[in-house]
């Protein structure tokens, strides 16, 4: 902004001060309502860094997972069991400082007393990791061949597990990014749904009042009274069995989603009653327009702010929701993995305190959570520009 | 108040009807029973009266009759204290499940006393103090509390338990008296064990209710009736404590309806995790199962107790802000 010019307490001939008009308020009332909210959006540093940080996220695991994994997610390797992360060191053991960061390979062996594999580093080699390297081969976004990835060893034989492996010798990393893949989409198409719903019903719920009001706040009631776990899971019990794997994960979205809207619709509601007080709503019927078109030209986007942030608030839950049912084995199954999956091998208490490192999944999942909530607050501070 | 009791009473009866047969209905959905498991099973043992005892159990459920039937049969049931028998364990229902209700209704309970003893003060120091260092920090750790899911956050505290104490902290119980009948020893050893699933549980709706409580408390602070009692040179104690505070607990009260739901939900699951005796590791197995008459009767509790607590968050409600009682 150009704010500094424009402040300089102008001075006239007769040596008097003029009113100093604040620029700012000049500027506000020129600018839209859209650029009001770009503003203040924009004026929230948190959320910024939020939508970074998902907008990594999304790129890495939903769009190219097999370009920034190490390893194909389902290798297994007998030889690998529970390996811990490798530490990415730049400083050698003696001190010696590498421009390229490397790791020290594991030395495995098998300790017959406790039947646990014990891995010491192996000080003696050094293996460097190269960015934009040749590994496996993919398809990248699903059309071209090729077999560059975003980092990895020189070999593609050689292990390298930043963050440690499981039970089958599988890389934990290259699981948790093709595992975000469905985390993060789980909660996109559930809130669609959410979004659907809970506008259309909420909508017609405060549009028309009356009879169809109260049957629909009788089944939001209903559907806000059953407890959420317990319900999702009685549902995703009764998906059938021999459904494939995506079937199954949009049935997960739509369980979700189901009770999902409930809250949304009843916010929503609220919202167009009062909208449906307002002058000019009576104006557009006194002009001869359908109740069609009323909502559709003056309730829905009037609260279409409200419902983005509501929606982007919610689908943290969702994706707490598709862990929660993943972990429990209720949710997303194979060969489809979630970041709920992967948490899965930690239900045994005696494996994860031996192997902390298979409970990682879970940290993404937290990432990936506190990023939406941030960002959602952003978002509503943005849809009301002109509260305080 | 009575006419509005009993309004609530009426509504809440008619929810539980409802809710009864939409859970019977998709406790339902699975094609095939436990029965059918139970009679294979039988079978394959040689029992020769396999298929007598499916025919007692199909008449005594009437599980070839239509759907409806099954219900009012299940349903009726309720009133004499029957809900049916547990397949997988061979048992009545009631018999499996009175404990660990009675357990769960601990947990809960305690839980949202604790939600509410640490929201309440963090909630008015933040909204006094706002943007303070504090505020920052407890906002900090609000926002993390809401993003971890419980059962990560139950797996973190015994990974650290048995890695720094030793030990391992599941169960509401030691060994000793896991099985022992009730004493103040029991009691006390109940108590050791229930503020680590406590605290557990507690996390996302504290974080929850901080955020509403310093949301009304910043609201109401703006009001001019703070200024009014402020310019009458009122102590800021009394302004706060007599003035704001007990009109920002209003809309917290109406969330109860909400973190009672997050509680029940949440210990279910932390419940495996922590090897609680609770209502959560018999369900979920049970559903796995699909023995339908224990996971129905269970859903059913869960939603009653959910239900019964929005009662009482009503009831508080109306007792505390009259304008509720003359909607």
């Known amino acids: ?388 | 108040m009575t006419a509005f009791l009993v309004r609530r009473s009426f509504y809440m009866i008619f929810t539980l009807i409802v809710v009864s047969i939409l859970g019977f209905i998709i406790i339902n959905l699975p094609p095939g029973t436990y029965l059918d498991v139970y009679i294979a099973e039988l079978q394959s043992m040689g029992t020769a009266t396999a298929m007598e005892q499916r025919q007692a159990i199909v008449q005594r459920f009437g599980l070839d009759q239509p759907l409806y039937y099954q219900y009012w049969n299940w349903i009726s049931g309720f009133i004499r204290g029957d809900f049916g028998i547990s397949f997988m364990y061979e048992r009545p229902v009631s018999d499996l499940i009175w404990s660990r209700l009675g357990y769960t209704v601990i947990l809960s309970t305690s839980t949202l006393i604790f939600t509410w003893l640490v929201a309440l003060p963090i909630g008015i120091y933040s909204a006094v103090n706002k943007y303070s260092i504090g505020d920052n920090i407890f906002t900090f750790f609000g926002f993390l509390g809401l993003s971890i899911p419980n059962f990560l956050l139950a797996l973190v505290f015994m990974v650290i338990s048995a890695r720094v104490l030793g030990h391992t902290v599941g169960g509401l119980f030691s060994m000793e008296y896991r099985d022992a009948v009730w004493s103040i020893g029991k009691f006390i050893d109940l108590l050791k064990h229930l503020w680590i699933p406590v605290i557990v549980v507690g996390t996302a709706g504290t974080a929850t209710l901080i955020r509403i409580m310093r949301g009304n408390l910043l609201d109401i602070l703006n009001q001019q009736y703070i200024q009014t009692a402020r310019a009458k040179g009122l102590k800021e104690n009394i302004v706060i404590y007599k003035h704001a505070v007990r009109n920002a607990i209003h809309p917290l009260i109406m969330q109860l309806g909400m973190t009672f739901p997050q509680i029940i939900s949440g210990g279910m699951i932390v419940a495996i995790v922590l090897s609680l005796p609770t209502v959560g590791p018999m369900y979920f197995e049970a559903l796995a199962q699909q023995d339908m008459y224990l996971a129905g009767t269970f859903l059913m509790m869960v939603s009653f107790l959910l239900i019964f607590g929005n009662l009482v968050a009503d009831f508080l409600l109306a007792l505390v802000d009259p304008r509720i009682r003359y909607e």
Do not use: C
Not at chain 1, 343 to 348: D, F, G, K, M, P
């Open chain 1, 1 to 388: 902004m150009s704010n500094s010019e424009i402040r300089e307490p102008a001075v006239s001939p007769e040596g008097q001060k003029e009113v100093n008009i604040d620029p700012d308020i000049q500027q506000i009332k020129s600018l839209s309502r859209f650029q009001l909210m770009k503003r203040a959006f924009f004026k929230n540093k948190l959320a910024i860094a939020a939508g970074f940080v998902l907008i990594i996220l999304y790129i890495t695991m939903v769009f190219f997972p097999n370009l920034f994994s190490t390893h194909p997610p389902f290798q297994q390797d007998r030889n690998n069991m529970y390996a811990p992360p490798q530490r990415i060191r730049f400083f050698d053991v003696d001190g010696n400082f590498n421009l390229r960061p490397f790791v020290y390979p594991y030395d495995m062996e098998l300790d017959f007393e406790t039947f646990q594999y014990e891995y010491t580093p192996n000080y003696d080699e050094k293996k460097f990791i190269y960015f934009f390297n040749r590994g496996f081969s993919y398809k990248l976004g699903g059309f071209w061949d090729t077999d560059i990835h975003f980092m990895g060893l020189e070999s593609e034989e050689d292990m390298f597990f930043i963050f440690g492996s499981d039970r089958m010798g599988r890389d934990i990393f290259s699981r948790i990014v093709h595992a975000g893949r469905v985390s993060l989409t789980v909660g996109l198409v559930g809130v669609a749904l959410t979004i659907i719903l809970g506008s259309f019903f909420g909508t017609l719920s405060g549009y028309m009042g009356g009879i169809i009001d109260q049957i629909i706040q009788r089944i939001i009631e209903i559907l806000l009274s059953f407890p959420t776990i317990p319900l999702w899971a009685a549902l995703a019990a009764a998906l059938p069995q021999d459904w494939s794997s995506i079937r199954i994960f949009f049935g997960i979205s739509i369980i979700i989603a189901l009770r999902n809207w409930a809250g949304l619709g009843r916010q929503v509601r609220g919202k167009v009653m009062s909208f449906r007080e307002s002058e000019y709503t009576i104006a557009a019927r006194i002009g001869g327009a359908s109740h069609l078109y009323i909502i559709l030209h003056h309730m829905i986007p009037n609260a279409f702010s409200h419902i983005i942030v509501i929606g982007t608030l919610s689908i943290p839950a969702m994706i707490i929701a598709e862990t929660a049912l993943s972990f429990l084995g209720l949710g997303i199954q194979p060969p489809m993995v979630s970041w709920g999956t992967l948490l899965e091998a930690s239900q045994r208490v005696n494996v994860v305190i031996n192997y902390p490192w298979i409970m990682i999944p879970g940290l993404f999942v937290v990432i990936a959570v506190l990023a939406f909530n941030f960002l959602g607050d952003g978002f509503r501070d943005a849809a009301d520009p002109f509260s305080s």
